[in-house]
């Protein structure tokens, strides 16, 4: 007897919880689901229009607020060219990919047929009996104006900008070639008018576009860098200091003044020893005065 009232006030609660409830559980599903889905989907879109507004407001801001009315001979559009600072003693930075694999080969190809031993410009009582062997690189010096292809006037363009100084104070480049073995000890760029002479156009600042990867040696070495190894005790062949390994397509641009025009006494470089392969390097200095090369 109690039993079967339990019984039946189960068998009375479940139905009463089954009938409405399983309807109420079908509209609750029912609309959930509609909803859920109408809101999730409603969400995405919102998600994605945000998205593209965003995109669409930063790109319209850049040029509302980044991109000016450019002077006469200014552009009208943005210049980005990466690099990174490998030194500020010396102001040394590096640009990675700064020229295609396929502008390096002609350069080079430009090069190659009229390549002479390297030079040097000699203190006053120095000879080139004396000073043999401190550069042993072979070269060649060719302008943007030569070219009639136009990719060293791109690359000058490039450079201008990199540097910051008009490409009327670049000279032509000095393709270089080192083969195994042959280096150019450390030296500057700029001439020390004590031991040169007065200079008419001092050199202020030299970019080196590296045409070739040199599996092992060959790198571009800043042996003072930050104020070491300045005491009179460095050899001047000596491979020391801030090393740079030649990357084909990548620049690097250092300066052998500081803002103040005297001669930055950490930008002394070289070009260690080629171990393996071969080095090829385009070389422009930029100088003080407009300077034009034909
Ligand atoms: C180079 O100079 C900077 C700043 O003067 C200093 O923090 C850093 O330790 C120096 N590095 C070396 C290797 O001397
Ligand atoms: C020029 O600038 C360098 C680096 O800031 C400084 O060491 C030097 O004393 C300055 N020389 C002159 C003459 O102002």
């Known amino acids: 007897m109690k039993a079967k009232t339990v019984k039946a006030n189960w068998s009375l609660r479940t139905k009463k919880f089954s009938l409405p409830s399983v309807f109420l559980l079908c509209i609750f599903f029912f609309l959930a689901g509609f909803f859920g889905f109408s809101f999730f989907h409603h969400s995405q879109e919102d998600e994605y229009g945000v998205r593209v507004r965003l995109l669409e407001k930063s790109v319209k801001d850049e040029t509302e607020h980044r991109l000016l009315h450019a002077g006469k001979s200014g552009d009208n559009f943005i210049t980005s060219i990466p690099f990174q600072v490998l030194s500020w003693n010396p102001r040394a930075l590096y640009f990675p990919n700064f020229a295609s694999a396929e502008q390096c080969d002609r350069i080079i190809e430009m090069a190659k047929a009229e390549l002479s031993p390297s ?9 080139e009996e004396g000073t043999k062997g401190i550069r042993t690189s072979s070269g060649m010096f ?3 104006s030569e070219d009639k292809t136009g990719l060293l006037e791109v690359i000058d363009e490039k450079i201008a900008r990199a540097a910051k100084i008009p490409k009327t104070h670049g000279g032509a480049y000095n393709i270089l070639r080192y083969k195994v073995g042959q280096k150019y000890n450390s030296h500057y760029d700029a001439f020390n008018p004590a031991e040169y002479g007065p200079q ?3 050199r202020v600042a030299s970019f080196l576009l590296y045409l070739t990867d040199v599996p092992e040696g060959g ?8 104020g070491s190894n300045m005491d ?15 990357l084909k397509g990548d620049g690097l641009l ?5 803002p103040n025009g005297t ?10 020893p080629v171990i393996k392969g071969e080095k090829w390097v385009a070389t422009k200095w930029i100088r003080e005065q407009l300077h034009y090369d034909v």
């Open 119 to 127: 030079r040097l410009m000699l203190r006053e009582g120095e000879t």
């Open 142 to 144: 060719i302008s943007a």
């Open 200 to 202: 008419e156009s001092q």
């Open 219 to 226: 790198e571009t070495m800043f042996p003072f860098e930050n």
């Open 232 to 246: 009179s005790s460095y050899n001047f062949e000596d491979c020391i200091g801030l090393k740079i390994k030649p």
């Open 254 to 258: 250092f300066y052998s003044l500081f």
């Open 263 to 272: 001669i930055d006494p950490t930008s002394l470089h070289g070009s260690c």
